[in-house]
């Protein structure tokens, strides 16, 4: 094979790819496209084995979800990016272990933060009603029950 030939078929497989729209394994998804394994998601995109999602793009392993972007093994984020192995993160970017944290960037093992500053956690979910979207403060709600 030359390195004309490659370039063709390389070409070829990538225009086959972004063309598919196609679920792959999932079960009960409404609205996905490009997804593996994902189960009870809605309009997720290019997600994998991720459960209860919406709006979900590229994210893996993430359960209950809303809005996140590449985020891996988070569960009831709501619109974080590229967010690894986090639980009730609003609105964080690149954030890693941590919890209850909204509108954080790049925080590793944190809990109970807004905007990279630290709070107990009554002042945290006081906080959090007041700035959070209906969403985020319906799943605080519910984490705090």
Not at 19 to 30: A, H, P
Not at 54 to 73: I, N
């Amino acid at each position: 094979m030359d390195r004309a030939t490659f370039e063709r078929r390389l070409a070829e497989l990538t225009r086959v790819h972004e063309s598919s729209r196609d679920n792959v394994g999932c079960i009960q998804c409404q609205g996905c496209e490009r997804c593996l394994e994902c189960t009870f998601c809605v309009a997720c995109k290019s997600s994998r084995r991720c459960r209860y999602c919406t709006k979900c793009e590229a994210c893996v392993g993430c359960t209950q979800c809303s809005g996140c972007v590449e985020c891996t093994d988070c569960q009831h984020c709501v619109d974080a990016k590229k967010c690894l192995r986090g639980a009730y993160l609003v609105q964080c970017t690149g954030c890693s272990d941590c919890t209850y944290c909204f509108g954080c960037v790049g925080l590793v093992g944190k809990d109970f933060h807004i905007l990279n500053e630290p709070y107990d956690r009554s002042a945290y979910f006081a906080m959090l009603e007041k700035l959070a979207p209906a969403k985020a403060g319906a799943a605080a709600k519910q984490a705090r029950a």
